[in-house]
């Protein structure tokens, strides 16, 4: 894949930057690629961009942030229309952008759920990062010294996604339980559920989390209707392992894919290395690097620049 692929907005969580690593695991062409945690669909972007599956599968219980990936798809001119009329609101506010960034926080909370409402929220609120209060309200602040992306910058990726996927995309909104019932042998599942850390917290940093023991009998299944999947599941930093791993007995393979420098121990001084964890179904395993020593085994393909 030649330079990275587009992205909408900044989203916390996102594999943009690992996708280049995980591309490798997946066969050259396959049927469907299905995302039940798409996020901002990193994946799908990547995958859609190498032409490497004929269609896809993007879900998140989070309908706002579909409804943006879906708009940006199949009515981009759409999308960036109403996205640079939210945007250039701003600028009319005699008292800063600031409030102008609350006001609309407020009519999102109140219904008015737009998907440019949406992109607008998460292009300025710190850290890309979608949180909700236990009142399910959106009560992230804004980043105080951005504006959010400027539509011209928006307008070159939202473009360039919707080339890449417009009439091949389906998009649902459900538990992500319910997108893998229709999930079916030739498709390739990529999974990217929430930390573990973060898991079973309603206000967390992801919209909802999810139960361990749920999310290994769904991995069980898949395993059982012979259906090929791939799963980014915590890591490790340094010396400090995040989460619990997936139980052998689903016969998956880990690698840690290189996820650069740790922005925390760059602060401290320490310069550790985020390794990323990638567990890899049987039937994608033939595409694994030779091992030379024992679990885990490190990626082989191309590290990100740092
Ligand atoms: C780590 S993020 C995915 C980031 C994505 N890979 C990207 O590159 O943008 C996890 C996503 O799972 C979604 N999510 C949480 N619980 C879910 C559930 N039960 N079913 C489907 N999606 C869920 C969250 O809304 C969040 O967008």
Redesign the pocket.
Known sequence: MNGKAPHIVQ?Q????ILAPQMLPYMPKRFDRLVE????????TIAVAKAGRAKRYLI????KP?VDILRLAIESPHELIAEYTSVWSEQFTYKDGSVEHYYKVRDDFNKGNQSAANMLYLLARCVKGS?RYGSNGQFNQSPDKRRHGTSPKNMRLNIDAISYYLKGRAQFMS???RE?LEEALPGDIVYM????QGVSNVRDCR?????EFADFIDAIDQLNRRHIDFLI?YDGKCGDKHYGEDLPSELGLQKVLLNAGLSSQSILLGKKEVTFEALYISRGLQQYLPRPTESEPLYSLFEAPAI
């Open positions: 989203y969580g996102s594999k943009r039940p945690f798409a996020g901002m669909a990193a994946i879900n998140d219980l989070n942030l979608v459900k538990d992500y997108v990217d559920p929430p930390y992801y919209y909802s989390g999810i980014s």
